[in-house]
């Protein structure tokens, strides 16, 4: 769900590299198994979480804190390998659901944290330990933020503009700026291997999908200025993207340059659901459904995503858009495979829909290569 969002967000602000559990499909590899026979986009995988090593020191990162037993298979596999784990932390936790025991049980040395602890009181939530006086006091977090981009991506301090003025610093920024930004960015997809999956799917463990290696979260902020500089965000309401691997980080990004509010869709594997839509997801080989909540009727969303390359996924979350009211206005991608067509999957789908790449490379061969805007023709 948001955990990547908020891995990112936490990464960012005391510049540590971080990686995400993903799931696969059957017969694909990685690094550390955390979970078999996992029900994922098409059926039953497998979890790994990558370029984690021996002797590292990790914090655990999740959303909430519920039974603690994902948790706790996470932390039991990286203590397994030989990484230290020092801490467990979380957003939320159920106060009822005695998570926390499980942890501070299972890992006595790994100390446990919460921003929040809520418990359901009749039908709704109830949150039981809110600081005195209510909700901090507002101020603006990104500041320091601002105040960088406003020096081209050098690192400052002090008062920055308002959050909605981001965009407007990014149009400004010099164009060897966002070109040294471009080529970082380029070097990250292309010359990666490249293998076939179970079902002919040319695949590469790419950092910002696979974090391969570890993500460095500057990438990540040099890519959402490269978004925010192509596409128009101006025109859109909200920002829709998925949960899953790099969406969330990148998502997260924009949205703080840009002030706007996003919601992560969130996959389930074939009838889980009643409702969504259900797609052919191509590296998975097979069908599985997404769901997206928060589109409200009129409002208009810009779509982003960490890579464009069969268009299933993009496809899907923009026809949930549709359903739920929403006015699609474009979708940007931090990369795009153009040699599996999906501009054109979503071009036959959504002939208004305005596309927009950051990075384009093609996958055959043993090696991704760069390719060019005009290769999507």
């Known amino acids: ?42 059926g039953k995988g497998n979890v790994f979480l990558n370029s984690v090593q021996a002797g590292m020191r990790v914090v655990f990162l999740d959303d909430v804190l519920r039974s603690g037993a994902s948790a706790a298979t996470t932390v039991s596999k990286l203590l397994e390998m030989g990484a230290i784990v020092t801490a467990c932390v979380f957003v939320g936790e159920s106060a009822s659901a005695k998570g926390r025991e499980v942890l501070e049980g299972e ?42 981009l406003a020096e081209g991506g050098k690192p400052a301090s002090g008062s920055g503009a308002p959050v909605k003025t981001l965009r407007r610093t990014i149009a400004k920024l010099p164009q060897s700026v966002l070109d040294r930004k471009q080529r970082r960015v380029t070097r990250a997809f292309v010359g990666v291997p490249v293998v076939l999956t179970a079902s002919g799917y040319p695949y590469s463990n790419f950092c910002l999908t696979d974090f391969v290696p570890l993500m460095e979260p500057t990438l990540v902020e040099d890519l959402a200025d490269l978004c925010v500089a192509i596409a128009p965000f101006g025109e859109a309401d909200i920002i829709v993207s998925e949960s899953d691997r790099g969406g969330g980080p990148l998502t997260h990004a924009c949205a703080v340059r840009t002030g706007q509010p996003y919601c992560l869709a969130s996959w389930y594997s074939a009838g889980t659901v009643s409702e969504g839509f259900r797609t052919f997801v191509g590296y998975s080989g097979g069908e599985g459904s997404i769901f997206v909540n928060g589109v409200q009727p009129g409002q208009k969303v810009i779509v982003v995503d960490d890579m464009l390359s069969s268009g299933g996924t993009c496809e899907a979350l923009c026809q949930c858009v549709v359903r739920r009211g929403g006015v699609l206005v474009a979708a940007v991608f931090a990369s795009e495979k153009v040699n599996l067509k999906g501009r054109q999957r979503l071009a036959k789908s959504f002939p208004s829909l305005q596309i927009f790449s950051v990075c384009y490379f093609k996958s055959e061969g043993k090696y991704t290569v760069e390719a060019t805007p005009d290769s999507t023709k």
């Open 1 to 42: 769900r948001a955990a990547g969002a908020v891995a990112h967000a936490v990464a960012l602000r005391l510049n540590k590299p971080y990686s995400l559990s993903n799931w696969y499909p059957q017969g694909c590899e990685g690094d550390l198994l955390l979970q078999t026979e996992a029900v994922g986009f098409s």
């Open 107 to 148: 890992f006595p040395g790994t100390k446990v944290f919460s921003l929040l602890k809520f418990a359901v009181d009749g039908e709704r939530t109830a949150v039981l330990n809110m600081p005195e006086g209510g909700a901090a006091a507002e101020v603006d977090p990104y500041a320091a933020l601002t105040a960088a």
